[in-house]
């Protein structure tokens, strides 16, 4: 599995559910009682279903430097609602000062738990980076006393949209290389149901949800972290390997770095100005089964 650091899952997945929470109706997550999300991460959707769930939501990921990351975004969380809650009334004050659920160390392929101790397993982007899908929601299924939901990209269907005109045609073209060369489906969102009939689940309903992130002015951090990156050609320096393993030459990697790295010159150029706009579409799928 490829590792992730804290601060890209952190930028890739926060506020991902803020517009619209519909996709994740059919997790009826409202009457769930024990809820465990697979491959937390810094876990942004643990949180999101901690706030929606009465039960309780455990998280559990591989890498404990993740976990470490998730405990303290948490701990920081609940000190602005302690701060934020003054003078609230008091039923809020409950809500906010509510315990959030324990994060676990665990491989999604040999989960820490006994048979049925959930009602409810999910994750989210975690199938793609997997070999064999299937085994993990064979486990999601063991540990599962009654549903099993996943939430994963197709990034094939990835749109961009930028005032750099560069921008999402070298985007188009790496993201090609890299699909090519990458050894696991970081497509499968828009096929998880053949993963779950593999599996031996049942599949009660998928749901389409775009995550729309956008960039413009006044830019954070993040942003400016993501702009130094192309500029570098950083970025796709991390996915050389990869994007070799399929059709792309050397001479063609190359070629297709120093493009990019003009490209972001001209998007530092653009931010210098208060000009650079971006706005990203990864098309999720949630896909909810039963065992």
Known sequence: MREFTADYLTRTREGMWEDSQDALEPLALEDRERVLDVGCG??????????????????????????????????????EGEDESEGEPED??????????????????????????????????LLINLPDPAAAVEEFARVSSDLVAVIEPDNSGVIVDSSVDAEAPLERRARRAYLEGVETDVALGASAREVFEDAGLEVLETRRYDHDRTIEPPY????????KRKASGSGLADDRATMLAGELTEEGYDRLRAEWRSMGRDVIEQMGDREYRRREVVPFYVTVGTV
Not at 95 to 111: C, I, M, S, T, W
């Open 92 to 125: 809020r004050r409950d809500r906010n000062e509510r315990d959030h659920g324990p994060v676990v160390a665990g491989d999604a392929l040999r989960l820490p738990f006994p048979d049925d101790t959930f009602d409810l397993v999910v994750c989210q982007a």
């Open 42 to 79: 810094t876990g942004e959707l643990t949180r999101v279903l901690d706030a929606r769930c009465p039960g309780d939501v455990v998280g559990c990921d591989a890498d404990r430097r993740l976990l470490a990351a998730a405990r303290e975004r948490t701990r920081n969380l609940e000190r």
């Open 220 to 227: 954070d951090e993040g942003a400016l972290t993501v702009a």
